[in-house]
């Protein structure tokens, strides 16, 4: 029984002493001291914010306005005299450059106000408000097993989940990006389309598609744009004028400005991006090569410390992204073809002449030299509507008339940029390398795409590793033609950790044009050696149960997640836990020289106790036959299809082509072994996809 204290009696509660006394005052003031916290103590500064403003960023300088922006799309284009609405729905920034180009045009060839609109930005429902003398414009690319961008994802749930909601008042254009590699080629488009012309929208153009497989996008854009204008000018009678650059944004110097004032290059920290960490330096605590030299490409594994970043958390199969900095050479290449080599770290400030219209992306006041090398993507190719714009501003008559030539034929344009790696500086040099080129700054940052962040798959474990996090990264230098091999287009993220590894190595051998800056902005990613990165969630993700069998497929760096499932796997066996059967397939060229982790997949299978069965495809040994990862699916089949049936996850990581060439040889396995029809092998696909049990990670 538990036993209670007796009551205190009153009486041994009253001050005997001096000393009591005291202690009684001191306590009373303390209680009294407290209660008045906030009314006569501990106030708030009311002028605290003041030590953390940026006094440039006021009257217009900022990149988000003071009050905040009606999210109704028909208000908002009727306080700001817009006829035509470019919506975009954009993961990699690619539907959002269209969207600003294209109402940019719009408005200098047709006098008609366009507004680009980031779907996100409005509620889907006031689509339904918009008039019939407004135009909508619809830009939506489609990524991964056909899911729409980030930014469109409450549009894509409203345009499905109420289909009795009257559009007959709607007049729209489409236009779609996606990849024919993957299964699910441009569905966003075409959903959203047959959507809408169900709710009574009238479609003014059949939709248009552009196809990435053959990197033939920017063509398929300027053709579908090109059949657009006619249809204004055909059937809405828009009377078009020779377009002329007129700027949507004042860049201008400002000398007045001190270093502490500006952005040097740091990611934009007002942007959020869903399902993504903030945006952070990462020191570097180890970078290694996994090729062996003969075989004449690189692959890096980088480990980076999570340890400063109390924040930073991932899990097994998510994703790390870098931001990379431009190439030196090119961003020296560039300044000096716009006669700006000596400017580079004079202030500038970035406002929109017409916020209603123009949002900023660049973070602003910055630097010249940041702004080339940080935030604007200098290191891309340059597509024919870029070079006939650019023929303007060209310094001579001679490279006017070059730059109309080349913009004059798709099939010239294609001959040129395949024997050269075609950026924007590069292009000018060849043009007219001798005359510095007068192309306003306002041009170079509405035209040219921000800088954007590299994506790769993590290949450690969480569960082992949660404050180390490893990524593999395939170097990229890949020849502008198999003809001509000499040119290279060099991935600007891939070659720039490549730069990392050969510093922490203290090695000076890099190839010719890899070369960066890698102290980063103001110098903060110098010592230790750091990368800015952040992370971003993924649902490439092990099942929960251990013991649930696992098929992986992957090419390549496409192991890299594979990686950390085997790890993890072998950690469950380690404390006890059961785990089921698994089968990895993996393909390389060459088993000597580009099998990464080799050892350590060889060191796993023994120590997964007959759990884990490797088939290897190498498709570049001398004198045998190529060989991919779907031919040695075949082979295992009949294993394949007995996991399948036993509750198997399937992952596919690597190229899109490969992944949809796994899909058909699975596919081909369960008709072969069940002896299934293409109407019972379509609806087992849909079936399992719908059950999360076949995953894919796939690019490119």
Known sequence: MQHLAPPLELDTLTPTGIADYVALAIFSLAGAAYLSRGFLWDQPDPYAHLAFERPQLKNGGSLHAANKETRNIAQKLAESDKQIVVFWGSQSGTAEGFANRLARDITQRFSRGALSADLSDFDPESIAQLPDTVIAIFILSTYGEGDPSDNTTEFWDWIQKRPTQDLAHLRYFAFGLGNRNYKFYNRVVDVVVDALNARGASALLPVGK?????????????????????????????????????PALAVEEDRSLEP????????????????????????????????????????????????????????????????????????????????LADAAAVPVSIRALDPAQTKLKIPSPTTLAALLRYYLEIAAPVNRDHVRALAQFAPTADAKAALHALASSRDGYADFVARSHVTLARLMHHVCPHRPWPVPLAYLVETLPPLQPRYYSISSSSVISPRRVSITVLVAADPVAAANPAPVIRGVASNYLLALQRRLAEDSNLPAGVSYDLSGPAAMLAEPVQVLAHLRKSKFKLPRGSAAPLIMVAAGTGLAPFRAFLAERRKLLQIGREIGPMVLLFGCRRPDQD???????????????????????????????????????????????????????LYVCGRAAMAREVEGAVAAEMARVKGWTEEEVGEWRRGIKRRNKWQEDVWG
């Open 260 to 339: 502490i004032d500006l952005h040097h290059g740091e990611p934009d920290a007002h942007i959020a991006r869903p399902g993504c960490s903030a945006v952070r330096p990462l020191r570097v605590l180890s970078a290694r090569e996994l090729f062996h030299p003969a075989a004449g490409r690189n692959c890096i594994h980088l480990d980076l410390d999570l340890a400063a970043q109390p924040e930073f958390t991932y899990k097994t199969g998510d994703h790390l992204a870098i931001w990379p900095p431009n190439p030196s050479d090119e961003v020296a290449l560039l300044l000096d073809t716009l006669g």
């Open 595 to 649: 099998y990464i982790y080799r050892e350590e997949i060889e060191e796993m299978q023994t120590a997964l106790e007959g759990k884990l069965r490797v088939v290897t495809a190498f498709s570049r040994v001398e004198g045998q036959p190529r060989v991919y990862v779907q031919d040695r699916l075949r082979d295992v089949g009949d294993e394949v299809v007995r996991l399948l049936e036993e509750g198997a996850t």
């Open 210 to 246: 552009a196809d990435d497989a053959e990197g033939a996008t920017q063509e398929d854009f300027i053709a579908w744009r090109d059949d657009l204008f006619a249809a204004f000018r055909r059937d809405l009678g828009f009377p078009e004028a020779e377009p002329q650059y007129t």
